[in-house]
């Protein structure tokens, strides 16, 4: 007999291992290996007392994380959000109206007319929003978004009753169940948007430019639909069904079918149909099963406290939004996620914003998230037309801002052109790689591309009488004046790409014909130009205007190419950080992330969070929003997410070949608790730090990888037991780095002096703060 859950899951979809890209069922797959593997048998001599090994536990501890609202929010970036990676819905008070508006986006919505840009001809396209219309006057609402659940609840009461209502996201269905009690009644009206891109609220259309078409309605029995034609071909359908207490709404694209997307809509509410027909259960309940089981088995992938309570509820709320924001083999992450709205920005931009989103999920252990990795393997066809037709047969590359599928050509060295953005995207699933050591990732999507990127510049790089090579001019993003040669943006990713390309050769066993070409450039590459104030933007280019970008540092961060362990750097790294933000006027709130991550590199935790911190700062020009979204010209993600990523590099960093465990706390923070937080060379990092010191590091290897550490451990001999309780081989080098021998499945547990409590857990609030939202 089939049991109900498993018709649940048939009639609803779901992710299985089997059904997710190869580099996150590597990550999955080895994250579940037996701790120790076979090699540990019967009692083991130690053991993590993890007290969050439970549901009630974790329900307990993120219940403190929840956003809450007791005042109506009336901007979407007040209000709550719900997204599975391509739905996506804010909900917030509808503009002049006496309703509340559930947004109804997605992000594989877009035009399909590149001869217009990304702007208008390739960009995201609205698809409409839902109103509930109470019948009495709204005065009061009571909402909590429950991370745990990634469910909104709560009530909003008129003067003429109550209306109490539940709502989700799951597997590309947006379910809201709503009951009304006295005199109030439940009204559901769907208002889809017009068809264009969302830059108008900056510009006119292009000349030649042809509306899409209006859209169409359809009913079929209780289940009603808005079908919209779009002029360069395609579809978009959104398919809705009121029952009960209960709508259900699902939103479908397809191109270049006019056709498909309005069956597959209708075919998906229908299966909502079928459950309750068949099975008795109610389409919210039968969605929220899966729903929430998904979610907690999410979030118990790693753990993370600290005592700023503020501070701490807003990463889990990151690592909420990223969730509802991006899954692999999904759509990259727009400049709004699937959270589309009024912006300049309507597509995926790739000179900062793309990178900045994806960090976050290296060290959170979240590498079934990154759509970022998959759709550079899924488009490298489109990456190879980037370029000019001379440079196809090896070469690829990528405009500043595309769609979906990475459409938008590059320009060629020697016009200041911007070049780099694709390298720097590989850099992140360089990452991936670099945390899951998944060598199909490694062979199927970063060697081949990354070759092609720096084969583009190699073609342009050119002898100069100094004996140097030298690159034409190329545009430092988002810095106003163009360099007339050697930018230092690209001369950082032209080394540390010819670097990954001979790491990944070796790795492979590829014995590659360009690889002398690769150390010849290494070789002969010119240095990067710097001046009394630092790094500047490129030869003859100084830093003399404020910039918010740190496109001039990628050397530093996040390369780490000149890095803090180099001592003969050192002055040169404070000084270009010091002058980047001593000119003011076009700082945003990425330029204080970054500015955090760069203090937490050289180890200045205290330094580190006051940059953080004035992202949050309400008198800064740009601040993080009350439901931590972030906007400027209009929503940009990548902000808060890069927070987030901040925090991460003050508690853990791991580059050059070394993990670095709480590298730069900050001295507020006495107590933190991380817990398998993944690291590069694929391991799981747990450790505990209590009164201003570290008590234990317990590291587990999923990959069987050299492992070299950093740590603090101090208060008296220290000792590293293997799982079996036998002594690690362990080999401290003249810097303090420990080597420790780790086979692949195995952990090693460290402390100093006699064995602390191997606690894993929530830390005391030091610094209270209130709960996000309009509290």
């Given at each position: ?305 600290f005592p700023d309570e503020r501070l701490q509820s807003f990463h889990w709320i990151q690592l909420y939004k990223v969730a509802s ?213 490129g030869a003859d280019t100084p830093y003399a205007q404020s910039h918010r970008h740190y496109s001039h540092l990628l050397m530093v ?105 709480f590298p730069a706390v900050p001295s507020t923070w006495p107590d933190v608790t991380l817990h398998d937080f993944r690291t590069q ?95």
């Amino acid at each position: 007999m089939t049991s109900r859950r498993a018709v649940l899951g048939s009639a609803l979809g779901g992710t299985t291992l089997a059904a997710l890209p190869q580099a996150a069922q590597a990550a999955q797959a080895t994250a579940s290996t037996p701790s120790g593997g076979a090699a540990v048998a019967g009692r083991r001599p130690w053991k993590l007392r993890n007290r969050m090994d439970s549901d009630a536990a974790w329900a307990g501890f993120l219940r403190k994380q929840d956003l809450l609202w007791r005042r109506l929010p009336t901007l979407w970036h007040e209000g709550p959000f719900l997204g599975d990676g391509r739905l996506g819905s804010m909900v917030y008070k509808e503009p002049g109206a006496n309703s509340i508006r559930f947004t109804v986006q997605h992000g594989e919505v877009q035009d399909h007319r590149p001869e217009f840009g990304s702007g208008w001809g390739t960009c995201r396209l609205p698809v409409g929003h839902l109103t509930l219309d109470p019948v009495g006057t709204i005065t009061a609402v009571d909402w909590r978004l429950s991370l745990w659940n990634a469910e909104l609840t709560g009530t909003i009461t008129t003067d003429k009753g109550t209306l109490t209502l539940a709502a989700l996201i799951h597997d590309g269905l947006l379910a809201v169940r709503v009951t009304a009690a006295g005199d109030e009644e439940v009204h559901w009206t769907f208002h889809p948007e017009e068809a264009i891109s969302p830059r108008k609220i900056s510009e006119a259309p292009p000349t030649d430019y042809v509306p899409n078409p209006p859209w169409t309605t359809r009913t079929t029995g209780d289940i009603e639909q808005v079908l919209q034609p779009l002029t360069g071909g395609g579809q978009t359908a959104t398919a809705f069904r009121h029952s009960g207490d209960t709508l259900v709404l699902n939103v479908a694209h397809s191109h270049p079918s006019d056709t498909r997307a309005g069956e597959t809509s209708l075919k998906k509410i229908q299966k909502t149909q079928k459950i309750q027909k068949t099975l008795g259960i109610a389409p919210y309940a039968a969605l929220r099963a899966p729903h929430t089981r998904g979610w907690h088995t999410y979030y118990r992938k790693s753990f993370v406290s600290f005592p700023d309570e503020r501070l701490q509820s807003f990463h889990w709320i990151q690592l909420y939004k990223v969730a509802s924001a991006s899954v692999a083999g999904g759509p990259p992450m727009a400049t709004c996620g699937p959270w589309l709205e009024p912006t300049p920005w309507p597509a995926v931009w790739w000179n900062l914003n793309i990178q900045l989103e994806y960090w976050l999920i290296h060290g959170s252990n979240h590498l079934e998230l990154d759509s970022l990795a998959t759709t550079l393997r899924q488009n490298q066809e489109q990456l190879t037309t980037n370029v000019p037709a001379a440079y196809r047969s090896d070469s690829a590359g990528v405009g500043r801002s595309s769609d979906m599928y990475a459409n938008r050509g590059v320009g060629r060295p020697g016009t200041g052109a911007e070049v780099g953005d694709l390298t720097w995207a590989l850099h992140n699933v360089w990452l991936s790689y670099r945390h899951s050591m998944d060598e199909k990732l490694l062979r199927d999507t970063v060697y081949p591309l990354l070759r092609r990127a720096i084969n583009y510049y190699l073609h342009f790089l050119q002898p100069g009488d100094d004996g140097k090579l030298h690159l034409p001019s190329t545009l430092s993003p988002e810095y106003p004046v163009v360099p007339p040669q050697d930018t230092n943006y690209d001369l950082s990713l032209i080394r540390w790409g010819c670097t990954a390309l001979l790491e990944a050769a070796e790795r492979l066993g590829v014995d590659d014909p360009l690889a002398p070409r690769w150390q010849e450039t290494l070789a002969k590459l010119t240095p990067y130009p710097v001046d009394v104030n630092g790094f500047m933007i490129g030869a003859d280019t100084p830093y003399a205007q404020s910039h918010r970008h740190y496109s001039h540092l990628l050397m530093v961060y996040p390369l780490y190419l000149v890095n803090w362990d180099q001592p003969e750097h050192r002055e040169l790294i404070e000084k270009t950080v010091v002058r980047w933000h001593a000119l003011t006027g076009a700082h945003r709130g990425y330029s204080y992330t970054g500015a955090a991550s760069l203090y937490a590199m050289m180890g200045r935790g205290d330094t580190s969070l006051t940059y953080l911190k004035k992202f949050f700062d309400p008198t800064t020009r740009y601040p993080c929003r009350a439901n931590t979204h972030y906007t400027e010209a209009g929503p940009v993600i990548e902000t808060p997410l890069s927070a987030s990523q901040s925090l991460h590099d003050m508690l853990c960093q791991s580059w050059g070949g070394v993990v670095r465990v709480f590298p730069a706390v900050p001295s507020t923070w006495p107590d933190v608790t991380l817990h398998d937080f993944r690291t590069q060379g694929a391991f799981l990092v747990s450790a505990a730090r209590t009164e201003g010191t570290t008590r234990f590091i317990r590291i587990r290897s999923l990959a069987g990888e050299p492992l070299h550490l950093r740590h603090d451990l101090t208060g008296g001999p220290l000792t590293a037991l293997l799982d079996d309780g036998t002594p690690a081989r362990t080999h401290t080098s003249d810097d303090g780095t420990l080597t420790i021998n780790l086979a692949r499945g195995r952990e090693v547990l460290l402390y100093a002096g006699e064995r602390p409590d191997l606690a894993i857990g929530p830390v005391a609030p030091g610094e209270r703060g209130a709960a996000w939202g309009l509290p």
